[in-house]
T-cell receptor, first 116, second 112 residues
Framework: AQKITQTQPGMFVQEKEAVTLDCTYD???????LFWYKQPSSGEMIFLIY??????QNATEGRYSLNFQKARKSANLVISASQLGDSAMYFC?????????????FGKGTKLTVNP | DVKVTQSSRYLVKRTGEKVFLECVQD?????MFWYRQDPGLGLRLIYF???????EKGDIPEGYSVSREKKERFSLILESASTNQTSMYLC???????????FGNGTRLTVT
């Protein structure tokens, strides 16, 4: 069963507008971590933001914020004031424990295009 | 800044060849990971390691093996390359706990 679901293969947004990228997850572990990464066309994976399962407040990093709804198991990424340089693939990921060690499981990604 | 270096950016190999993909990190991270990335499938975990000489299977380990003889180096081995292993391979490292992964620039492997 898929543990991280990103239902939007592609999204379009006008420059300077806000956009929300959806992510739902599935885990029975009470302790987990959620991450968002950006992958521009150049290919490098860039860490954007992190949310721990016990964090009381939604994480924010500059123009990025994470809308964490624990009961609904969703961790949507909100990008405010979109810029042309935000055009990229965005991946949601969950840290989980396996055999006493931790691994990161990724969704299939959302391709964001920012239009001028 | 953490640096994760993958030895090759592009690699072309023939079916049946033994292929080594090398990854080195310079920040004394305990955890290291190998992923493959295919269009429409996202990143899938092949193997990971949380300590020297330790390894754990990820979600798609078949056809691959790994080696971690030193803390800074994590090698992915394709024992007998096949065309369905044509893909982008990404190495990553992290500290223990909930710290983010730091990725290398990837190796695009083509098996003909």
């Amino acid at each position: 069963a898929q543990k991280i679901t990103q239902t939007q293969p592609g999204m379009f947004v006008q420059e300077k507008e806000a956009v929300t990228l959806d992510c739902t997850y599935d885990t029975s572990d009470p302790s987990y971590g959620l991450f968002w990464y950006k992958q521009p066309s150049s290919g490098e994976m860039i860490f954007l933001i992190y949310q721990g399962s016990y964090d009381q407040q939604n994480a924010t990093e500059g123009r990025y914020s994470l809308n964490f709804q624990k009961a609904r198991k969703s961790a949507n990424l909100v990008i405010s004031a979109s810029q042309l340089g935000d055009s990229a693939m965005y991946f949601c990921a969950m840290r989980e424990t396996q055999g006493g060690s931790e691994k990161l499981v990724f969704g299939k990604g959302t391709k964001l295009t920012v239009n001028p | 800044d953490v640096k994760v270096t993958q030895s090759s950016r592009y690699l072309v190999k023939r079916t049946g060849e033994k292929v080594f993909l090398e990854c080195v990190q310079d920040m004394d991270h305990e955890n290291m990971f190998w992923y493959r990335q295919d269009p429409g499938l996202g990143l899938r975990l092949i193997y990971f390691s949380y300590d020297v000489k330790m390894k754990e299977k990820g979600d798609i380990p078949e056809g691959y093996s790994v080696s971690r003889e030193k803390k800074e180096r994590f090698s992915l081995i394709l024992e007998s390359a096949s065309t369905n292993q044509t893909s982008m391979y990404l190495c990553a490292s992290s500290l223990q706990g909930w710290s983010p992964l730091h990725f290398g620039n990837g190796t695009r492997l083509t098996v003909t």
